[in-house]
């Protein structure tokens, strides 16, 4: 039996050893091809090996040829076609159902940054990436690839995708000291608190493109509008760790930010008492931070959108219904009044007032 099992072992790596080499040899003669500049017969010739191996279920070595293929005619400035075989590189994977790997991961990051940032292939190619990154979870893709994604956008000044991409991605450092670059290259120095608070407050959903709303390298566009077209549907410190690290290091290295905190700017005052808030999750709290900083809150007509989600998450604050008082404090008074009676026992260590700066 062992000697049945050694001998099977060999005989497979000998088939796999024959299989590079006739995978290399292929390849020397496709890239013989490009360099001659015969570019569409050496796409159609790519395209052809593609099906004769997934029809031979080679999968890895279709993956292996489109790859070196697509980077090959990207090095001769042929987008269309280095697009097209790096979507097969996406099929392979797709059909073969091959789990996630760092090198994957990696291999597409690198096929998307050599990508026209302009180009309609680009943006389904990310959009099928992100879907095969998620392993059929539902999620929104893989984080390491958001992150790799993230890079790569920031390299290019696209600061309101690579935001995007880093809220997914868990790195909140490669995120604050993107938007520290952001926030000094694009906006004004009166929106220094408010790149930060958009990150920490928000996060938006793959389905709605923001792209689609914030002009990149529109200076001074207000951040209001800008995030007026975007989907509703938001998942508020979904992270609260990265939030964390996000805030602390964009205060932190900013340069327009003083050392805090306390901060001179109330937003920033803001978010530092509500990440507090949080862990505590005491509903009292919340409510008065909301009362308290209105006046920063009112800067933009969507923190209130988030700031109900967030009560929602943390601090079991029902669904906003209509109610007398209406908006976002006649919500969290409908739930205090609803809940008095269960705070109670907690009512003689929160009737003591609360200092906010």
Known sequence: MAAAAAMAEQESARNGARNRGGVQRVEGKLRASVEKGDYYEAHQMYRTLFFRYMSQSKPAEARELMCSGALLFFSHGQQNSASDL???VLESLEKAEVEVADELLESLAKLFSLMDPNSPERVAFVSRALK????GSGKLGHPRLHQLLALTLWKEQNYCESRYHFLHSSDGEGCANMLVEYATSRGF???VDMFVAQAVLQYVPFAVPPWLAWPPGA????????????SRTFLCLKNKSSASVVFTTYTQKHPSIENGPPFVQPLL???WFLLLAVDGGKLTVFTVLCEQYQPSLRRDPMYNEYLDRIGQLFFGVPPKQTSSYGGLLGNLLSSLMGSSEQEGEDSQDDSSPIELD
């Open 86 to 88: 790096s979507m097969l």
């Open 132 to 135: 095969w990154s998620s392993g």
């Open 189 to 191: 120095r009166s929106e």
């Open 219 to 230: 200076r001074g566009w207000p951040l209001s509008r800008a995030l007026s077209g975007l």
């Open 269 to 271: 005052n803001f978010i």
